[in-house]
């Protein structure tokens, strides 16, 4: 079955970075675009970043974009979102994402917070 697995959350001041990464299995990967969302407390979910299935175009938010950088290896079936420069705003529980066959899959999320 269609497996997500995030890591790499934490606790880091403003300004900081953080590495994302979302391991993977149960379907072909290297066919499948790759999402990534966050939902912050008391917030709907939110979209954060957009990979193709190739990895040859990506996409943000203005939000994020020019802080934020989605990668994947289509080797390791892993997708990775690089978080620089990192404000408070940016503290949320981060999800990795596919839609498989019209059904969307969901990680357990990783909790980001951004605090002094």
């Known amino acids: 079955q269609v497996q997500l697995v995030e890591s790499g959350g934490g606790l880091v001041q403003p300004g900081g970075s953080l590495r994302l990464s979302c391991a993977a299995s149960?379907?072909?990967?290297?066919?499948?675009?790759m999402t990534w969302y966050r939902q912050a407390p008391g917030k709907e979910r939110e979209f954060v970043a957009f990979?193709?299935?190739?990895?040859?175009?990506?996409n943000y938010p203005d939000s994020v974009k020019g802080r934020f950088t989605i990668s994947r290896d289509n080797a390791k079936n892993t997708v990775a979102l690089q978080m620089n420069s990192l404000k408070p705003e940016d503290t949320a529980v981060y999800y990795c994402?596919?839609?498989?066959?019209?059904?969307?899959?969901w990680g357990q999320g990783t909790q980001v917070t951004v605090s002094s």
């Open positions: 149960g379907f072909p990967f290297s066919i499948y675009a």
């Open positions: 994402n596919v839609e498989v066959r019209g059904f969307a899959y």
């Open positions: 990979i193709t299935s190739g990895g040859g175009s990506t």
